[in-house]
């Protein structure tokens, strides 16, 4: 019997949900294209397989109730099988012999695959979305909050309440917790009471998550609506929107981005246009490239909250052409999409052409890097300034400056480096270098260098904070507040927690602002070239300061791409400006000799002047 109690804990959910259907009579071929999937199922590779799979669960499950069910259950069992060969069952006697037999599915685990627990339909729409395995699905979950399931096709809220359930009903077995916010409302849409209907020319101008469409231009009847069955559960064009964005949770950056240029879409399309953006056609998308270059008064203005009501989709009445490019490559990825998802029955943006912009020497910005001598002056009085005791803001500065732009991160991956992820790391040379493990872009994990004195400022930083930078197993940000300010949402967000939360990533712009404010009142002798860089210097400055001078000091192209984190040795071939400032700086050269050769060829002009030449 311990034989059949093994093999009775391997049958899940989806058998006995198979093995009800075949005691209905349902044949067996439909059986396993209902709930299973050959590739994770082997048993349900042919009608012939899967009749026998059942057949001996269900010999199986029938001798465990004989044996542990009640006398009178007993002896119906024995006498069907007498009487038929095997015991021909009811439903309503399937469902008693799984209450005597204590039929309790196996424990499922976090690297059991998708297809053990779930219907092929909606197991292959997860894989399709990254999940493979029960701990996939956890993780996919706790990434995006209640609102998980609207990236994922034919899985709507009913069904994904299920799925949460489950999940949470197996947290023990797993050994993983789905976060408390995943019930959460859409974080995409906001509290009902702030919802703004937005439609027709004097509609008002809201974002994205206050939006709602009045009935004739929410597009639930729009001329290029899909006539097929769609994979998302979505209505209208916003809640169509709204599901494409769902894909970028995980991606905060992304996301903004990406809202912006479909709210900015959907206002102008409801607003200006005066049609449902599932109704748009050709010439449609080429009026609002148009648009984009030239963008009406109404849809600008000055930067302000997102609640405000002052709020409009254009900061600038003159869009780059940069910005009108990415606009429209975004937009026709997003209709791409719809149109996958069966949402749209075609991609209008397909037949505009790109707008014509100006192939850069670099798409990267690297004239914003530091000098190799402002970058020296920087650091030198940093430091000074960070010496004596009461100076615990500029110690915390010093730190992040010099974390970014000693190792080349981005603002995103100074805020998530942990201190258990940088340990000693013993060089070639006997350099003292320690490591330190990072996930950045696309959630890639990266190891970059940190320097000694990036190090001794990390240091300075943590004894501020009252933490111990070399306790025996130090944990936590590298990088954090000294004090968390008395607002509401700054006690929300650290009331309660276990440890010392980060600085957020935007935080970072503010204590460069600050940095930037001190060193043009504090440096000294500053050139207006010096000047005007230290103007414009962001965070991402540093990083940029990393790349070029890395590069400048003949660091090989393929280490640089791989610290800074570049997927492509190309996007790193741009820090490669040696070749540049040479040229400048040898036609500089050239300049100087020219203008030095011009006024001493003036000078002898005035020094042999006409009056003291003979014959005059």
Known sequence: MSEKLDLQRQ????????????????????????????????????????????????ATLVDMAIEYGSPVLADHLKASIKKHGSARLTAASLKMVEEAARLAVSQPAAAHGIGMWFRPMVARYLKARGVATIGDLVAYCNARGGSWWRSVPRVGPGRARVIIAWLRRHEHSLGLRVDDDVDLADPLAAPDQDIIAVGGPRSALVPLERMALRQALNGSTGLNRSAVFPYIAANNDLEAIRAWLHLYRDRPKTLRAYMKEAERFLLWSVTVRGKALSSLLVDDCEAYKDFLAMPSPAFVGTRVARSSPRWRPFASDEPSAESQLYAVRVLRAAFTWLVDMRYLAGNPWKG????????????????????????????????????????????????????????????????????????????????????????GKRKRERTVPVSMETIAALRAHWRDRGDDFDAPAPAGPLLAPLVIPKTKAAQRKHGGQTERQPYRPDTFNEVIDWLRKRLLDELENLSPATYSQLEQMTPHA??????????????????????????????????????KRRMMNEVSAMFGRRNALEAATVSEATDSSPADKPGC
Do not use: C
């Not at 914003?368 to 009461?390: E, G, V």
């Not at 000091?553 to 400006?577: A, F, W």
């Open 352 to 439: 505009v052409r790109d707008p014509v912009t100006i192939r850069r020497e670099g798409e990267i910005q690297i004239e914003r890097a530091l000098t190799p001598k402002l970058w020296a002056d920087i650091r030198a009085h940093a430091r000074n300034q960070s010496a004596p005791a009461a100076n615990q803001r500029w110690r915390t500065v010093h730190a992040l400056m010099l974390l970014m732009g000693d190792s080349g991160l981005r603002r995103e991956e100074a805020a998530g480096a942990r201190r258990e992820r940088l340990q000693p790391f013993p060089s070639d040379d006997g350099m003292e270098v320690w490591a330190l493990t990072i996930v």
């Open 11 to 58: 049958y899940t959910a989806k058998d006995f949900a198979a093995l009800r259907a075949f005691v209905q009579r349902l044949p067996p071929a439909v059986i396993a294209r209902t709930y299973f999937n050959e590739d994770d199922d082997p048993h349900a590779a042919t009608p012939g397989a899967m009749e026998r799979y059942l057949r001996d669960m269900l």
């Open 542 to 579: 540093f990083r940029h300061t990393f790349g070029t001078l890395a590069a400048a000091n003949d660091v090989p192209i393929d280490v640089v791409q791989r610290v800074l984190g570049h997927r492509s040795i190309q996007t790193t071939s741009i820090y490669l400006q040696a070749e």
